[in-house]
């Protein structure tokens, strides 16, 4: 749900439905304060009319005008008591004064009364008059059905607010979920784009939206960085595969050179050190070519199951001569059971190889190098955990591009920086992830994560 609301699309629908809710709210909750006070208008006016209408009789026609009155009075909200100045009773089924009522000819909020059925206790308006013969006539209107009506009315609106909210965020719901999708398809085709496959493109729905207008602006741009790419590629493969053939020749003829000449002959330290830099050239372009030879994804199709323990075992008993011929200490760590892994053999052997070089080459004598296969979050991971002075951060997003190589690394014997170009190479034809990190005691520690569908 987190990840759904960080969606402008989700938040701005949200934030539409919370002030559609709000301003509903506000606008019912002024309906019903208009209400409730014509409500309380129309029960305080009610009693002033009855205090001006009965206060011009006197005597008997009072007493007599006062009981015709509750005839009419079907609902009985009404009730009157004649009272002496001294507050005495004298006719009328309001038998006391309520205590809070001032008898100043206005109306006032009164708690209880007592008639002659018995005290209410309920909420009232009441008035006090002097009559013109001396009397204190006192009137009560009791709340309950203006009450009941603010009930009514409150209820309908709380349904009304109800009824706003539900279809609100519903509507919510439904609207968000188709840019969210597109937003999602978007985010699977670019994550193939990262992952290499410069071939990928957005989708593109067919309504002319902005969604539509930014995935067509950044197809195009992709379809010139690919066209870019592939000629740079292209020029690149090129002139690897062009120079092979003189340099192989050249090679040759150093090398015939160096056999006429003799043991002791001072130009045969010069031809040796030919012979070696040549050598270096032509592994050079034999990487590079490999490199592009594995980014052209063609070997996809030949993927089948691979057995991470067995690939795993006879990488170590190659290796393991290496490591003892330098004094150090090659370690095989497997876990059982691990996932499947769908791949090349021997290009995963290949990848392996390389970094299983790298740590040979940078760890020192006595050190340690640790090769192991555990399973993560439902996936094999192949980790090669060594002793060495490991990979600065800021170079561990670049070691693997074409052609980099550490601020540690100097001299010809030194690698020319296209090992883990092949090892990233590799892990991309297969959709596996790479992680460069430092080993707990120091070191550096290169990840690979095997999925177990990369033939889907």
């Known amino acids: 749900m987190s990840d759904q609301w960080r969606s402008s699309s989700s938040r701005l629908l949200g934030l539409y439905c919370v002030l559609f ?28 009319q ?11 026609a009072l007493d007599d005008a006062l009981r015709d009155s509750l005839r009419y009075d079907i609902h009985g909200a009404y009730a009157y008591g004649i009272f002496s100045t001294g507050g005495q009773h004298l006719a009328g ?7 809070e009522l001032r008898i100043d000819g206005r109306s006032h909020p009164v708690d209880a009364w007592t008639l002659v059925a018995g005290p209410r206790e309920e909420p009232g308006r009441a008035l006090g008059v002097e009559t013109h013969d001396g009397r204190l006539l006192v009137f009560v209107r009791q709340s309950g059905k203006l009450s009941a009506i603010n009930s009514i009315i409150l209820d309908a609106l709380l349904w009304g607010v109800w009824l706003s909210v539900i279809p609100g965020l519903a509507g919510w719901h439904l609207l968000r979920r188709r840019p969210l999708k597109r937003i999602q398809q978007i985010e699977a085709a670019t994550k193939r784009i990262i992952a290499g ?31 870019l790419m592939t000629e740079v590629k292209g020029v690149c493969d090129s002139i690897a595969h ?19 000449l003799g043991e002791h002959d001072p130009h045969a330290d010069q031809i040796d050190k030919a012979l ?39 990488l170590h008993q190659f290796y393991l001569p290496l490591a003892e011929e330098k004094q150090q200490v090659l370690d095989l760590q497997i876990a059982a059971p691990l996932p499947p892994v769908s791949g090349d053999r021997e290009l995963l052997f ?18 340690r190098i640790l090769l192991r296969a555990v399973e993560d979050a439902g996936a094999t991971r192949i980790d090669v955990i060594d002793d060495g002075p490991g990979i600065a951060p800021q170079d561990r997003a670049l070691v693997y591009q074409r052609f980099f190589r550490g601020t540690d690394e100097t001299g010809p014997g030194d690698g020319f920086g296209l090992g883990l170009s092949i090892v990233a190479a590799i892990a991309g034809l297969h959709g596996f992830g790479l992680r460069t990190g430092d080993a707990p005691d120091g070191g550096a520690w290169l990840s690979i994560r095997c999925l177990a569908d990369t033939l889907a």
Do not use: C
């Not at 809710?21 to 009610?46: C, P």
């Not at 009855?50 to 008997?60: D, I, S, V, Y």
């Open 276 to 314: 070696l830099e040549a050598d270096l050239l032509m592994a050079r372009f034999t990487a590079l070519l490999r490199v592009s030879e594995l980014e052209s994804h063609q070997r996809r199709s030949a993927f089948v199951e691979v057995d991470v323990a067995d690939l795993l075992q006879e």
């Open 242 to 260: 062009d120079l092979r053939t003189p340099l192989t020749r050249l090679r040759a003829h150093l090398y015939r050179t160096r056999v006429a």
């Open 350 to 367: 290949e990848a392996l190889a390389n970094l299983l070089s790298n740590a040979l080459r940078f760890t020192p004598e006595h050190g």
């Open 93 to 99: 089924p309001l038998l006391a004064i309520p205590e």
């Open 197 to 227: 496959d410069l071939a990928q493109r957005l989708p593109v729905s067919g309504r002319p939206d902005e969604i539509d207008r930014l995935s067509s602006i950044v197809n195009a741009m992709l379809e010139r960085i690919e066209q």
């Open 50 to 60: 009855r205090a001006h209408l009965f206060e011009k009789f006197e005597g008997q």
């Open 21 to 48: 809710v709000a301003w509903s709210s506000v606008l019912l909750g002024v309906m019903y304060w208009r209400v409730s006070d014509y409500l309380n208008d129309l029960s305080e006016s009610g009693l002033l």
